[in-house]
């Protein structure tokens, strides 16, 4: 029943939508789905719990939905773009739904991306936060890049150059200039 | 013959859609994005496409949970704008090129793509965004016709770039092998990054996306090697749509002319980036530069750019 462990379960804050939860969420999916209906629309505002029923949501799932817990439905198999749906139907802007989903009012939302956005500094993995992370991220890098190392090697350690990501800082930014 | 001419990237995001639908152009949030294309739009009027190829994702209208392609080509005449839950955005209704994409379907599947033929479809924002951004707000109809091919990207996985780029020359291959004298833009759409989904949404990567433009233009095989985990660690979630416009890229020539690029952030949730690249009129005449080490001067974003007189607005560089 546990989730099977992928590589990407390691960037932080983040849920992958795939086949696993693809599988998982199709209830959710088409619950969130049919809300493009305004007569299901208004069913599901008469009475949610009843109106979820059709769907065959397990308990967690339902409880998610109607506690409107985003992240919850994004964890147990809901996708972005139908989960939004449902903000919708509830008449919220997606910008308030994003910042729910990561703890912040809508207002500080709103200013981080006006200021750029989240920096990636610090949130590229869960393994190896922030300090650890440059190191860590090495090791992922150099994971991956074995796979394509025997193609060409100068290439990748160009490749790993020109990307300044998985060298230490200094040296990277020296190469760059 | 048929003839890919140029390649657009461009991002589709939603909320350019509902500022162009609800008249907020002139707001200054909105104008930062919007002044972008405007030579765009120029540049679209003069090389007027007699067909534009659009490759997007639906975003959970057409396609549910119920059927996921992972390329699905638009080979109906028509493709009405699709009801995203404010009523279908008030666009001309999509016309479709169906010889030639039938065309292009035979060929691309007996080059080995196995792709989804799709003959009734509605169409999202993820395409009638950027056709706006390209061809303005006609009230009646669309100056081209155009073929929708839309691409999974929505669940994990989407095709690999890799493949992304390989479908492009198939596609290439497929027009050049129509009887009929037409000039075909091609369309990749989406990114640059984003996330908008959990407790990381907001995150924008400014350099990762103009490393990637560089090498869009410069060094397009660099970015094929690009494994899905980097994409999503790096550019967000949802930046994994990055790899449509590699379908773009590999229908173009190895060598192109970047014509114009802009990037701003952001766009709602999302950086907006651009770029239009046309196939070199003359084959040989950017090798020499380029020539002493590719691999080195594709990997300088600034000595490449400096390379061409390419216009660039540089609006609001963002770390």
Redo the contacts between chains.
């Keep these: 029943m546990a989730r099977t462990q992928q590589d990407y379960d390691d960037i932080p804050g983040t849920f992958v939508f795939d086949a696993e939860r693809s599988r998982e969420g199709f209830g959710i999916n088409m619950f969130c789905m049919s809300l493009m209906k305004d007569d299901n629309r208004k069913a599901f505002k008469a009475n949610e719990a009843e109106y979820l029923k059709k769907f065959r949501l397990t308990p967690e799932q339902t409880e998610a939905v109607l506690k409107r817990d985003y992240n919850r439905m994004l964890e147990l198999g809901g996708n972005i773009y139908f989960t939004a749906k449902l903000g919708a139907t509830d008449g919220h802007s997606f910008q308030h739904l994003a910042a729910v989903m990561t703890g912040a009012s809508q207002q500080d939302y709103a200013a981080m991306m006006l200021g750029g956005g989240r920096s990636v500094e610090g949130n590229r993995s869960r393994s190896g936060k922030d300090k650890s992370a440059a190191k860590a991220k090495a090791g992922a890098k150099s994971a991956s890049k074995a796979a394509s190392a025997s193609k060409a090697k100068s290439k990748a350690s160009s490749k790993s150059k020109s990307k300044s990501k998985s060298k230490p800082k200094s040296k990277s930014s020296a190469k760059r200039k | 013959m048929a003839k890919i001419i140029a390649g657009i990237g461009s991002s589709h995001v939603?909320?350019i859609g509902a500022a162009l639908d609800n008249g907020k152009t002139e707001e200054p949030y909105w104008k930062r994005v919007f002044s972008g294309f405007e030579k765009s739009k120029e540049w679209m009027a003069k090389t007027k496409p007699d067909v534009a190829i659009v490759v997007y994702n639906d975003?959970?209208s057409a396609f549910?949970?119920?059927m996921?392609p992972t390329f699905a080509l638009g080979c109906a005449a028509e493709f009405p704008p699709a009801?995203e839950?404010?009523g279908p955005r008030p666009v001309p209704v999509v016309k479709g090129h169906p010889a030639l994409a039938a065309h292009i379907a035979q060929s691309v599947i007996l080059d080995e793509f196995d792709l989804t033929i799709v003959n009734k479809m509605e169409v999202d924002h993820g395409l009638t965004v950027p056709m706006n951004l390209l061809f303005g707000q006609p009230k009646d109809a669309w100056p081209c016709p155009v073929i929708p091919l839309a691409v999974n990207v929505?669940?994990?996985?989407p095709p690999t770039g890799h493949r992304c780029y390989m479908l492009g020359k198939a596609l290439r291959r497929a027009v050049e092998s129509y009887p009929e004298d037409l000039k075909v833009v091609i369309f990749g759409t989406g990114g640059l990054?984003?996330?908008?989904?959990?407790?990381?949404?907001?995150?924008?990567?400014?350099?990762?996306d103009k490393?990637f433009l560089d090498?869009l233009s410069k060094d397009p095989k660099?970015l094929t090697?690009i494994?899905?985990?980097?994409y999503?660690?790096?550019a967000g979630?949802?930046g994994i749509e990055m790899v449509m416009w590699l379908i773009m890229r590999g229908a173009l020539d190895d060598k192109v002319d970047e014509v114009y690029r802009f990037y701003t952030?952001?766009a709602?949730?999302t950086?907006v980036g651009h770029i239009i690249l046309e196939n070199a009129r003359k084959a040989s005449g950017t090798r020499k530069v380029a020539g002493k080490s590719k691999?080195?001067s594709?990997?300088?974003s600034r000595q490449a750019a400096a390379r061409k007189s390419i216009h660039r607005i540089a609006s609001k560089g963002?770390?």
């Design positions: 939603p909320a975003h959970a549910s949970v119920e996921i009801d839950g404010w929505v669940m994990y996985p990054s984003h996330q908008i989904s959990g407790p990381r949404a907001g995150l924008i990567n400014s350099k990762w490393s090498n660099k090697r494994p899905h985990l980097e999503m660690r790096e979630a949802e952030v952001p709602s949730n950086a691999r080195g594709a990997g300088k963002k770390r």
